[in-house]
């Protein structure tokens, strides 16, 4: 049973990508918001099948944007609680989750005093970023699935039996449900369907190329090439559609530049 509690942005700062393209002008936003060329970078690349060629890819595009404290937590290595990795995350500035399996990731971290780290890292103001897998695992709820990586869904609602499954993430954000490659793979019936399961939810679906900076008291920035999808029963709305035996659901759709903030959908 997946523990649900309701909105608190009392933390840091995330940067949750759709997959897809990592622009530089975007992954230029997410060195920003950890303190610009000078800081402190781990990279997660646990999700990853290939977390040596994974990192290399990352390596080589901060260097090119002018970084030079690049860091990352050796995913073939077990112990991930060793003193040498406490170490990295203390120092770290922004952390960032790779792509690959978000199956994957929870696995090796939860439980773990990395991932505890990592969580009181955000809780005190730090920065956090992830992208594919590595957005998945930002909320309380996760979304995944047990289909091929590239299989692109029909889009129609009800979904797919066996499309998607619900289990727990991360955390760094309750009351919301990420959902990346959004367009791309037609999600958008999976996604509905999630949020019709766990009222005073919000689902927001991220398209690839495309991400959104949550500042910590909860304003949420759409950055990027693609469109960010909200589905909400919380009465904020611009378009609204009626679904037979369930009630109104509010459907928002944003693009780069575009804001809102979380607690105006969680009045006091």
Request: aromatic content about 8%.
């Amino acid at each position: 049973m997946i523990e649900e509690k309701f909105l608190n942005t009392d933390k840091g700062t995330l940067f949750i990508a759709g997959g897809g393209m990592r622009h530089d002008y975007m992954m230029e936003t997410f060195i920003s918001l950890s303190g610009g060329i000078k800081a402190n970078i781990l990279l997660i690349p646990s999700a990853s099948q290939d977390p040596v060629r994974c990192v290399s890819s990352y390596v080589s595009q901060f260097t090119e944007l002018g970084c030079t404290n690049i860091n990352y937590i050796d995913s073939l290595n077990h112990n991930l609680d060793s003193t040498k990795n406490m170490q990295i995350i203390k120092q770290a500035d922004g952390v960032f989750f790779t792509g690959g399996d978000q199956n994957k990731l929870v696995e090796l971290l939860k439980g773990t005093q990395l991932l505890n780290k990592i969580i009181e890292h955000y809780k005190n103001g730090g920065v956090i970023g992830g992208t594919s897998a590595g957005a998945a695992v930002m909320s309380r709820i996760m979304m995944t699935s047990f289909l091929e990586k590239e299989e692109v869904l029909s889009g129609v609602y009800p979904p797919e039996e066996g499309s998607y499954a619900l289990s727990e993430g991360f955390g760094f954000l309750d009351s919301v449900i990420i959902d990346q490659h959004f367009s791309q793979r037609k999600r958008h019936a999976r996604l509905l369907d999630a949020v019709l399961q766990h009222k005073r939810h919000i689902g927001i679906g991220i398209d690839e190329s495309t991400a959104i900076i949550v500042h910590p008291e909860g304003q949420i920035r759409v950055i990027g090439e693609g469109t960010v999808t909200l589905y909400s029963d919380l009465h904020i709305s611009s378009q609204s559609v009626n679904l037979s035996g369930h009630k109104e659901i509010s459907v928002l759709v944003l693009t780069a530049g575009d804001s809102f903030n979380l607690s105006d959908f969680f009045p006091a």
